[in-house]
């Protein structure tokens, strides 16, 4: 059965993200810049909306990040969402908020052989991968609707991933901009990006 539609979009740039830290099932806010890409994508959401006829419903993650970043796209694209704990961010459980310098002092180890990918499944009480994937697999499996779906950085790659039918090491590698989203549709995985169609204030 082929699947509806999905837009995929990520959360703005947050406090945690331009420190480095592991932010995951813990929250802060958007930096002024993260406000700006929320912005930018709920204009690049609108002119794809525009071109395309269908008629879409939104959920979204129920972080925090995800919601700001919500608010700031229904301003511009007024549709009714749903939350759903599904899209949520993979947790690394104890280390959820804790820097990588940090980890490696309080974990002494744990961290020994991994790369920027893999380092998220190390923790020893965090989600691993396999229970990601399925958690993807279950949320893309109910999807009977046209759906824009905002969600974080690495639980979309994984979302990719699993509707493109990725290894797991292909999935973990792909990019997760912040300043455009994902067109899922008829097994491709198209990037919207670029500079929107913005009107001009009125002088």
Same mark, same amino acid.
């Given at each position: 059965? @082929? %699947?509806?539609? %999905?837009?995929l979009?990520? !959360?703005? =740039?947050?406090?945690?993200?331009?420190?480095?830290?592991?932010?995951?099932?813990?929250?802060?806010? %958007?930096? &002024?810049?993260?406000v700006?890409q929320?912005?930018? *994508?709920? !204009?690049?959401?609108f002119? @794809?909306l525009?071109?395309?006829?269908?008629?879409?419903?939104?959920?979204?993650s129920?972080?925090?990040?995800?919601? =700001?970043?919500?608010e700031?796209?229904?301003?511009?694209v007024?549709? +009714?969402? *749903?939350? $759903?704990?599904?899209?949520? =961010? *993979?947790?690394?459980?104890n280390?959820?908020?804790?820097?990588?310098?940090?980890?490696?002092n309080?974990? &002494?180890? !744990?961290l020994?052989?991994?790369?920027a990918f $893999?380092?998220? #499944?190390?923790?020893?009480?965090? =989600?691993?991968? $396999?229970?990601?994937?399925?958690? @993807?697999?279950?949320?893309?499996?109910?999807?009977r !609707?046209?759906t824009?779906?905002i969600?974080?950085?690495?639980?979309a790659?994984?979302?990719?991933g699993v509707?493109? /039918?990725?290894?797991?090491?292909?999935?973990?590698? %792909? +990019?997760?901009?912040?300043? /455009? #989203?994902y067109?899922?549709?008829?097994?491709?995985?198209?990037l *919207?990006?670029?500079?929107p169609?913005?009107?001009?204030p009125v002088?």
């Amino acid at each position: 059965m @082929a %699947l509806p539609t %999905l837009y995929l979009l990520r !959360h703005g =740039e947050t406090v945690w993200n331009s420190l480095g830290r592991f932010q995951e099932q813990l929250d802060s806010p %958007l930096t &002024p810049r993260g406000v700006e890409q929320a912005d930018q *994508v709920a !204009h690049l959401l609108f002119d @794809a909306l525009c071109n395309d006829d269908q008629l879409f419903q939104m959920q979204i993650s129920p972080l925090g990040r995800v919601r =700001e970043t919500a608010e700031r796209i229904k301003a511009k694209v007024p549709l +009714p969402s *749903v939350d $759903d704990d599904r899209p949520v =961010e *993979v947790t690394t459980g104890n280390w959820d908020g804790m820097t990588r310098f940090e980890i490696d002092n309080k974990f &002494p180890g !744990h961290l020994d052989g991994s790369n920027a990918f $893999d380092l998220y #499944f190390r923790a020893p009480d965090g =989600e691993s991968l $396999d229970d990601a994937c399925k958690r @993807a697999m279950s949320w893309i499996s109910d999807i009977r !609707h046209p759906t824009i779906v905002i969600s974080h950085g690495l639980f979309a790659r994984i979302l990719r991933g699993v509707f493109l /039918g990725l290894s797991k090491h292909e999935m973990l590698e %792909l +990019p997760v901009p912040q300043d /455009g #989203f994902y067109r899922l549709d008829d097994g491709r995985c198209d990037l *919207v990006t670029g500079s929107p169609s913005i009107p001009a204030p009125v002088q």
